[in-house]
C-alpha cells in the first residue's frame, strides 16, 4: 500500500511540475509559438490537468474533467481566427454549470462560510452593476450573455465553498480566483483598463484550474492514505 501512495504522491509532483513549465514556457518564452500553435499551448497546461483528473477519480470524475475540457476548448476560441468572445463565454459557461453540477453533490450548508460568500457575492453584484451601465457593452445578445455568465461562474464559486469534503479549501481557493481572473476580463474590456490585465488574467486563471483539478483530485491520495 505504501508503495502504491508514494506512486501516486509521485505523479502528482510530475504532473504539477510539468503543468507549471507548460505555463511558464507560454507565459515568459513567447518565441515558443514558432514550434506549437499559441491557442493549443494555453490550452494545454488544462489539458494536461484534465487528463491527470481523469486517470485519478475514473468515472467520479467525469464532469469534472468535462468542464476542464471545455475551459480548454474556450482558451482555444479565443485564440483562433475566426473565434470572438461570445463563443468563447458560451464554452465556459458549460464549463462553470460543469464544475458547479460536480461541486453541488456535496454541499453542505456551513454558516462560517458566509464570511467568504457574502463578499463574494457583494463584489459580483457590483460588477453586474458597473458593467451593465457599461457603454462598451450595450449589445443585447453580449450583456445577456455576460449576465448569464455571472450567475452561473458565483454558482461555481459558492457550490465550491460550500463543499464538505477533504481539501473543501483549496478547491474553494480556485473558484475564487477563478471569479477574480475573469472579473479581471470583464473589467478591462467593458468598463476601464486593468494594469498588466493579460498576466494578471492568465497566471490567476492557471493557478485557479490548478487548485481546482488538484484540490478535488487529492481525496483519491487521501482514501488510499486513510485506507
Do not use: H
Request: glycine content about 6%; hydrophobic content about 60%.
Amino acid at each position: 500500500m505504501d508503495d502504491v501512495i508514494n506512486k501516486g504522491v509521485q505523479v502528482r509532483i510530475g504532473v504539477a511540475l510539468l503543468f507549471w513549465l507548460v505555463v511558464v514556457g507560454y507565459m515568459v518564452r513567447p518565441d515558443i509559438t514558432q514550434f506549437v500553435p499559441s491557442p493549443l499551448l494555453k490550452a494545454a497546461p488544462i489539458l494536461l490537468l484534465a487528463v491527470y483528473s481523469a486517470f485519478n477519480l475514473r468515472s467520479k470524475g467525469t464532469i469534472l474533467v468535462f468542464g476542464l475540457v471545455l475551459s480548454a476548448c474556450g482558451d482555444i476560441a479565443g485564440d483562433v481566427p475566426g473565434g470572438g468572445f461570445i463563443p468563447q463565454v458560451g464554452v465556459f459557461l458549460i464549463a462553470q454549470i460543469a464544475y458547479t453540477i460536480t461541486f453541488a453533490k456535496e454541499v453542505s450548508w456551513n454558516r462560517a462560510r458566509l464570511a467568504v460568500i457574502v463578499p463574494l457575492v457583494a463584489w459580483m453584484c457590483f460588477m453586474a452593476v458597473r458593467l451593465m451601465a457599461s457603454s462598451d457593452l450595450q449589445n443585447q445578445v453580449l450583456a445577456t450573455a455576460v449576465g448569464i455568465y455571472l450567475i452561473a461562474i458565483t454558482c461555481m464559486a459558492i457550490s465550491a465553498i460550500l463543499r464538505r469534503a477533504d481539501m473543501w479549501w483549496v478547491v474553494a481557493a480556485g473558484a475564487v480566483l477563478f471569479v477574480f481572473s475573469d472579473s479581471v476580463i470583464a473589467w478591462s474590456r467593458f468598463i476601464a483598463e486593468w494594469p498588466n490585465s493579460g498576466w494578471v488574467v492568465m497566471w490567476s486563471y492557471y493557478l485557479a484550474q490548478f487548485l481546482i483539478a488538484f484540490g478535488y483530485t487529492s481525496r483519491k491520495i487521501n482514501a488510499k492514505i486513510n485506507a
